[in-house]
């Protein structure tokens, strides 16, 4: 079965730029995260959804930042305008239900670098 | 505070050696579960480990064990006769009411196995 597929693997951008991460869970799973993972704070939770509908956005850093579910297959995180400190690893990951119910399942990630 | 710490930061073994990594958590719940992710060097992270509260009975597989006690609020995570291929860095995680929060992750242990 597949996994949870991100795209794009790599993108270096430059600042200003609109920059769209997408991701594509796994079939069945109802929630759905993104994660930041940068080498000063680790792996940080950015958003998460539930049943296509977002519960926390409350780590997204800031209004540049955005994330959309529009259904239950896919999921992009959009950061506009992008600037240098944006320069991290993105994660999506995805679950059926939350922790109390299975683990969580972590796409490859991608890696976003703003120059 | 930080809610999962490793303070560990990076660990260096010989091959055959056995290693432990630490994973101290906090949390005012009484029912919480807790993880633990492995990252290899190609970036994925990849589940080992989930365990409730109630339950502190300690597990092996294979060479992999964990330690869960709930008096020093620590779930400890050992390898046996480590190899190369374990080299990597390991994350653990907790999800606090009874599961239904998401991860949030301890800031790693970078594990390096030397040949």
């Known amino acids: 079965d597949a996994g949870v597929i991100q795209s794009p693997r790599h993108e270096v951008t430059e600042m200003g730029q609109e920059v769209t991460l997408r991701c594509k869970p796994i079939?069945?799973?109802?929630?759905l995260f993104w994660y930041r993972q940068t080498m000063m704070r680790g792996l940080e939770l950015l958003i998460y959804?539930?049943?296509?509908?977002?519960?926390?956005d409350s780590g997204m850093p800031e209004d540049r930042f955005s994330a959309k579910m529009p259904n239950a297959s896919f999921s992009t995180l959009k950061i506009q305008p992008s600037e240098p400190r944006d320069s991290a690893v993105y994660f999506c990951?995805?679950?059926?239900?939350?922790?109390?119910?299975?683990?969580?399942?972590f796409g490859e990630g991608s890696r976003l670098t703003v120059l | 505070a930080q809610k999962v710490t490793q303070a560990q930061t990076e660990i260096s073994v010989v091959e055959k050696e056995d290693v432990t990594l630490d994973c101290v958590y906090e949390?005012?719940?009484?029912?919480?579960?807790l993880f633990w992710y492995k990252q290899p060097p190609s970036g994925e992270l990849v589940f080992l480990i989930r365990?409730?509260?109630?339950?502190?009975q300690n597990e092996i597989s294979g060479r992999y064990s964990w330690n869960f006690q709930k008096s020093t609020s620590s779930f400890n995570f050992t390898i046996t006769a480590s190899q190369v291929v374990d080299s990597a860095v390991y994350f653990c995680?907790?999800?606090?009411?009874?599961?239904?929060?998401?991860?949030?992750f301890g800031k790693g242990t970078r594990l390096s196995v030397i040949a």
């Open positions: 990951a995805s679950s059926l239900g939350l922790a109390a119910t299975g683990e969580l399942f």
């Open positions: 949390t005012r719940d009484t029912t919480y579960y």
């Open positions: 079939s069945g799973h109802n929630s």
């Open positions: 365990r409730n509260s109630f339950d502190e």
């Open positions: 995680a907790l999800s606090e009411n009874s599961g239904n929060t998401p991860l949030v």
């Open positions: 959804f539930n049943n296509n509908v977002p519960i926390d």
